[in-house]
């Protein structure tokens, strides 16, 4: 990977993990190692999306990287939908965007750069009310740096009175290849109008604004960098 490269770096905490048996503490860990490998299936296989290995760290904790940072925010609710229609716990996170320094592959947690500081530090600051924030550099961009914790607040609104069914649905809404509500449907095996309800009571089309736009925001960014 070539020096400097710009990173979304995913961060996170199981929520209430001291309330979960050993067994159902591995379920979840497992659960989230798992959906982490299924993001590279968002890109063709030449062009991965995650570098390295999710890694699980201090038991609870969790870090992953993403070498194509614009799907920061979606992958961040794809992993919370499916921790929440597995029904054992949630997740809190925080997305680093910046750059890196060093990558270890096999150690995610040991990496270095300012995605990873980032993440990190958000993180450990993310007030208890909230689950969900995205951090970039100010001196990087000012405008980015104060509107998208918003957007991440807005989002984790939503998502955190997501039922299992809700969080169902949203998972398969919620990739990038866009799948109809008929699609959707056919896949769960319910009406199209079932799902269409459940979107609407998920507020799925204003996430899916909110997920276009931090893509295309961070799309730019990158075109535009040196």
Request: aromatic share 6%; net charge negative.
């Amino acid at each position: 990977m070539a020096e400097k490269s710009f990173l979304a770096v995913l961060t996170g905490d199981l929520i209430k993990s001291s309330s979960l048996s050993p067994d159902e503490l591995d379920q979840v860990r497992e659960l989230v190692l798992a959906s982490v490998r299924e993001l590279d299936s968002w890109a063709p296989s030449d062009s991965p999306v995650i570098v390295g290995s999710a890694e699980f760290f201090r038991g609870d904790s969790w870090q992953a990287a993403l070498v194509q940072p614009q799907f920061g925010l979606r992958a961040a609710l794809y992993l919370r939908a499916k921790l929440i229609h597995q029904g054992l716990s949630d997740s809190r996170v925080a997305i680093g965007l910046g750059s890196v320094d060093s990558i270890e592959t096999t150690r995610i947690s040991l990496s270095s750069g300012e995605s990873f500081q980032l993440s990190g530090h958000a993180l450990d600051n993310l007030s208890k009310q909230i689950d969900l924030t995205i951090a970039i550099a100010v001196e990087r961009e000012a405008i980015l740096s104060e509107w998208l914790p918003v957007v991440a607040q807005l989002c984790d609104g939503y998502l955190s009175r997501w039922t299992q069914r809700q969080a169902e649905v949203m998972t398969l809404l919620l990739h990038p290849d866009k799948p109809t509500h008929q699609e959707i449907a056919n896949q769960l095996s319910v009406t199209r109008q079932t799902v269409t309800a459940t979107v609407e009571s998920a507020q799925g089309s204003a996430l899916e604004v909110a997920v276009e736009t931090f893509e295309n925001s961070l799309t730019k960014l990158i075109e535009a960098r040196p």
